[in-house]
Nanobody, 117 residues
């Protein structure tokens, strides 16, 4: 499995970005997929995840602003980020959740998101 994340960049506070993560195979509708981020000097944290049954979960800090989705035909996972804040600045990673014990076992290379205030 290979995951290729893209779409990061520099944006002003209040702006929007859409991250994409292309998977090497048809895995998005089989496994839970997630977006994580790692702010400078901090630990990696879960931003959002999407189950194969279309159930979503969001970190409290992004609820109402970010939306996770997927396009199975394109093998692509998305993260739409609106109303960006400076505290959203981080490297964002997409990841695939494995079978029991359900750890994330494959990761994309990360894409930098920088929000200027």
């Amino acid at each position: 499995v290979q995951l290729q994340a893209s779409g990061g960049g520099l944006v002003q506070a209040g702006g929007s970005l859409r991250l994409s993560c292309v998977a090497s195979g048809r895995i998005l509708n089989i496994h839970t997929m997630g977006w994580y981020r790692q702010p400078p000097g901090q630990e990696r944290e879960l931003v959002a995840d999407l189950t194969s049954g279309d159930k979503t979960n969001y970190a409290d800090s992004v609820k109402g602003r970010f939306t996770i989705s997927r396009d199975n035909a394109k093998n692509t996972l998305y993260l739409q980020m609106n109303s960006l804040k400076s505290e959203d600045t981080a490297v964002y990673y997409c990841a695939k959740q494995g079978d029991y014990p359900y750890a994330y076992d494959y990761w994309g290379q990360g894409t930098q998101v920088t929000v200027s205030s």
